[in-house]
């Protein structure tokens, strides 16, 4: 592996700061998703007697996991 060639300070830096503000970006944008997604599965399991448990069979869950995960994101 070739050395790596001289970069003037504060390159490292500038890069750790510019993927933490991608990081940060990214788990906001995937949190936004996760509560619209389980907010979006407590109205399904909500629209008639024994739809949370049709749910949780069309994602291949358990009912419990629909649930949690809906009392968990909509709280």
Do not use: C
């Not at 300070?9 to 509560?35: C, Y």
């Not at 008639?48 to 709280?75: E, I, L």
């Amino acid at each position: 592996m070739t050395a790596r060639p001289d970069m003037p300070p504060g390159n490292a830096e500038d890069i750790k700061a510019a993927v933490e503000i991608a990081q940060t970006a990214r788990d906001n944008a995937v949190l936004v998703a996760e509560k619209e997604f389980w907010h979006r599965m407590g109205e399904l399991s909500k629209s008639y007697h024994g739809a949370q448990q049709d749910v949780a069979d069309a994602m291949g869950r358990k009912r419990d996991y629909v649930y949690k995960n809906v009392r968990k994101y909509t709280a």
